[in-house]
């Protein structure tokens, strides 16, 4: 069964005509379906086919009626119920409108590669499926408008394709008459006037042809107001200058225009994916693709290689054009009179003004199926009259911008290569023998290079043209940051003079705020930390044109809801070589940094150990004030450290370097309660030994005192008691010498735990409560809060807990709180006191939740899971323990989770699972040998022991 939509409605069973459907709706309905033949059509877009804008309230009921009539039509199987509508199952050969498209698209290509003939001959065969106006008898409006008139259009577009074969065939004499009743027909379209002149000039007939203009321009004047366009006016001067130009002037070869591939072209294979995947159907819309990145990021190349991986899609041709001549910009109007030649337009015909120009680059390419690579846009505009309108063209466009406000267009980000990609490039331009017998050195090589193609592409070259050197030669070189980018240049190809380019083409304001921000060596930054560098207002419109000119990339929103962008590592360098030069040393851009990071950081720190020594407030809250603090500013203030936790590290080495050394101690001592709170080790020991060296050439021996206490805390957590204890006695030391009684007493304290963690429990009872005596006496809120906890943790006391519980309410410090309730949780554990034992863990679980700290969370789960365990509930005991496992190995808490092993184990046994036991075990007797651990591993040796009984093999 066939249907027909290009005239009335028809229905054909082999060569039978069946009757159409009677009613006027069945008629709307039926062709509804078939213009989306293969597709579910909604009840919506069927019910407005049918009734228009306005339907009865009936109208879903009545449709199914009429499909069940159309059903006896044309058969049950073919109108099919699907989610949400219905479907026609019929293929495009079914249906005359969809064989018309494809023998267009066929004639397209046959008359691309230079079969005319034949061409023309499919044009007349598809032009023969037509029997009257598209959808002649479908009352409906809506189809109307959104389908007829585009069959009709398109009809009109391929009747004057196949005019123009015709007329490139030398058969000016036989479409004469057709070409008169097509203008007559459609009297403003300029195509079919120019067409008729062309045939009658060719025809000798040069008089009618200028008669031909005449009534065209005066047709166009009294209906329009609008001169003929370049295309007509071009038809009219090449009669008067007794030229043939236009449909078989002359054998024009498809243009290949695109840059030769580069035959070391390596990896971006997600990209040219994407690209291929976009790549529009023949006949179908065009495709605008913009490829944006940082400058050096291979973003032409790309566009080449698909390009040329493309061709053959695209018989048209392929156009290129370069936006930018060096520092200058091409405008579109140089740009389009380029194309208009490479698509055949003689040298006197391009049209002098822009606009005649895009109209008659449109006009050509409007036939064609075209593949443009636009390459380096500046912006939107100049980009916009270069695009080929005509149906299946593709264009890439390269920008260091994402041009954002370029219509109907798709955009890809270029970022740099991956490692692996990245050596494979160096090899592919050096040679590969040579960075297989250095891997180690073509790694540097490629990290130094930061992945930027440009950059390696160079690095390469260089090493090419060396035989001599050593691939560890070369890195050395660019291991030096002050010589990196000179090393980076061969030939014609530098870094720094891409970066430049770039750089030249800011406003003052933003190349302020680029250089500035070379004095960081964070990869990334938030506005606040730039609007204190920038020294001016609209610190994120200029972050934003920064973005838009490939110097910085937009990473998207933090944990803490703020933008952040970072730079590749060679902007980095750049920057802070035009700082220099422009401004300076680095140390009066940091300096005022370092003045709104310290004060944000002391406040985010303050948050999180409230009334603590040396964060400069050391004042407790009042109970109504607790009362009164909301939840969210306490876990915001980890969240925003956790956000700007590189940025505040990296900060600590450039204030150090640039000679700001209070700066320096100060933030890396005011980080050390958050690098605790989530086990942060690495950057806890990298910012204490710069900050202590900073202490310590500056003089500052408080500084130095703080960041030795705090040592002290990072090596008792890590199992390191000598060296925590050689640390505290050493700050010890220094607070004595400055007199500082109330630091003494906190270095004291954490002697104490050191003690404890030593097994010398009745050393530690003592120093712990000297402490408390000595906070009592200062008035030190905090300290007391802390004693008392830890006190009565080796007391086993309850009251002393519950005291230490009631003064961290008083300072309002949720987190001490939390601390608090696990002792007294285990307190009641050991004591057998179960249900005060769950009340408690869940009680701090509970409060660590709230406050989004994992880490105490995790420990509470362990908690409740040896709850569990004593309740006579395994099953639960061990599900909770593997919640908190997951934490701990998320954070990398080597020792958390080794003690969490424990618990699942004992888990297992309780439920007989020795074999599992067992092998848990294991793994926990492993990390704790691993971790220097006494305790844990004969934990684990007990355990082990338990779990060989229970096998039977004890003796």
């Not at 107001?225 to 001067?237: I, S, T, V």
């Not at 370092?594 to 303050?606: F, H, I, N, T």
């Not at 990390?927 to 082990?944: V, Y």
């Amino acid at each position: 069964m066939r249907f027909g939509l290009l005239g009335p409605l028809q229905i054909l069973d082999g060569d039978r005509i069946l009757a159409p459907p009677g009613p006027a709706k069945h008629r709307a309905l039926l062709a509804a379906l078939l213009l989306r033949a293969g597709h579910v059509v909604t009840l919506d877009r069927l019910v407005t086919a049918v009734w228009g804008e306005n339907p009865p309230a009936s109208a879903e009921q009545v449709l199914r009626v009429y499909v069940s009539a159309l059903r006896r039509l044309v058969g049950a199987e073919t109108i099919r119920t699907a989610p949400g509508g219905y479907l026609i199952a019929v293929t495009p050969d079914q249906v005359d409108a969809y064989r018309f498209d494809r023998m267009v698209e066929r004639a397209r290509r046959g008359r691309e590669a230079g079969r005319a003939a034949e061409a023309a001959d499919e044009l007349r065969a598809a032009l023969g499926l037509w029997r009257g106006p598209a959808l002649a008898d479908v009352d409906s409006g809506e189809l109307r408008r959104t389908h007829a008139v585009r069959l009709e259009e398109l009809r009109l577009g391929a009747t004057e394709e196949r005019i123009d074969l015709d007329l490139a065939l030398g058969r000016h004499g036989e479409v004469v008459g057709e070409l008169r009743a097509l203008v007559a027909a459609y009297p403003l379209r300029e195509r079919a006037w120019g067409q008729l002149i062309l045939a009658l000039h060719r025809g000798g007939r040069r008089s009618e042809a200028l008669t031909a203009y005449q009534d065209a321009r005066r047709l166009l004047v009294e209906e329009l107001g609008l001169e003929p366009g370049p295309e007509l006016r071009a038809a009219h001067d090449s009669v008067l200058a007794g030229e043939s130009w236009g449909p078989g002037a002359r054998t024009q070869e498809a243009p290949h225009e695109t840059p030769p591939d580069i035959a070391d072209f390596t990896g971006r294979t997600q990209v040219l994916s994407w690209i291929a995947g976009e790549v529009p159907a023949a006949g179908g819309a065009p495709v605008h693709l913009v490829l944006h990145g940082p400058a050096g990021s291979g973003k032409s190349a790309v566009a080449v290689h698909a390009a040329t991986l493309l061709g053959a899609e695209f018989p048209g041709g392929r156009l290129y054009a370069a936006l930018r001549t060096g520092d200058r910009r091409v405008g579109a109007g140089a740009v389009l009179e380029d194309l208009l030649r490479s698509l055949g337009c003689p040298e006197g015909a391009v049209p002098a003004g822009i606009e005649d120009r895009v109209r008659l680059y449109r006009s050509m390419v409007a036939t064609r199926r075209l593949l443009v690579v636009l390459d380096d846009a500046a912006d939107e505009a100049q980009v916009r009259p270069l695009l080929p309108t005509g149906p299946g063209c593709l264009t890439l466009v390269t920008s260091r911008s994402p041009l954002y406000g370029l219509e109907a267009s798709r955009a890809f980000e270029l970022g740099v290569l991956d490692p692996a990609e990245s050596v494979e490039m160096l090899a592919r331009v050096a040679g590969e023998p040579r960075v297989r017998a250095e891997p180690r050195a073509a790694r540097r090589i490629a990290e130094l290079c930061g992945g930027l193609p440009l950059a390696l592409r160079i690095a390469g070259s260089r090493l090419a043209r060396r035989p001599g050197w050593t691939l560890e030669h070369l890195a050395g070189r660019l291991g030096d940051e002050r010589v990196r980018l000179d090393e980076l240049a061969a030939g014609d190809l530098a870094v720094r003079s891409s970066l430049g380019l770039g750089y030249r083409g800011l406003a003052a304001e933003e190349q302020r705020l680029l250089r500035r921000l070379g004095a960081l060596s964070a990869p990334d930054v938030a506005p606040w930390a730039a609007a204190a560098m920038s020294g001016g207002p609209r610190v994120d419109r200029i972050l934003e044109e920064l973005a838009g000119a490939g110097l910085l990339q937009a990473r998207g929103l933090d944990d803490a809801g703020q933008e952040r962008y970072g730079r590749h590592d060679l902007t980095r360098l750049y920057a802070a070589e035009r700082l220099a030069e422009e401004e300076g040393a680095a140390a009066g851009v940091l300096a005022v940094l370092a003045r709104e990071v310290l004060e944000r950081v002391r406040r985010a720190r303050a948050l999180l150990l409230p009334a603590e020594p040396g964060t400069g407030r050391t004042l407790a809250r009042t109970a109504e004030q607790s009362a009164a603090m909301e939840m969210t500013h306490l876990r915001e203030s980890a969240r925003w450290l956790a956000a700007e936790r590189g940025f505040l590290v990296a900060a600590v080495a450039d204030f150090h370097r640039a000679g700001l050394a209070e700066a320096a101690w100060r933030l890396a001592f005011y980080l050390t309660p958050f690098f605790e709170l989530r086990a942060h080790h690495e950057d806890w020991h990298a910012t204490s030994r710069v900050g202590l060296e900073a202490a310590r050439l500056a003089g500052h021996r408080h500084g130095e005192a703080l960041l030795l206490r705090a040592l002290g805390d990072l090596y008792r957590i890590e199992g390191r008691l000598d060296d925590a204890a050689r640390a505290l006695q050493t700050a010890l030391s220094h607070f004595r010498d400055l007199a500082d009684r109330a630091e003494e007493a906190r270095a004291r304290y954490r002697l104490g735990l050191v003690l404890l963690a030593q097994d010398r429990p009745a050393e530690a009872e003592r120093s712990l409560a000297e402490c408390l005596a000595a906070f009592e006496s200062a008035g030190d809120v905090r300290g007391r809060a802390d004693a008392l906890r830890s006190l009565g943790s080796v007391r086993r006391a309850e009251d002393l807990l519950t005291a230490g519980l009631d003064a961290y309410r008083e300072l309002g410090d949720p987190r001490g709180q939390a601390a608090a309730l696990r002792e007294l949780a285990l307190l009641h554990l050991d004591r057998r006191r179960l249900p005060a034992a769950r009340d408690c863990a869940e009680r701090a679980l509970r409060v660590d939740r709230r406050l989004g700290d994992r880490l105490p969370e995790a420990s509470d789960l362990v908690l409740l899971a040896r709850v569990a365990r004593a309740e006579g509930l395994p099953v639960a005991a061990r599900a909770g323990a593997a919640e908190a496992l997951a934490i701990f190995k998320e954070y990398g808490d080597r020792r958390g989770a080794a003690h969490t092993l424990l618990v699942m184990a004992g888990a297992d046994l309780d439920i007989d699972e020795v074999d599992g036991a067992s092998a848990v075990i294991s793994r926990a007797a492993e990390a704790f040998d691993t971790l220097g651990d006494r305790h844990g591993s004969a934990e684990a040796a007990e355990l082990a022991r338990e779990a060989r009984r229970r096998r039977g093999l004890w003796s």
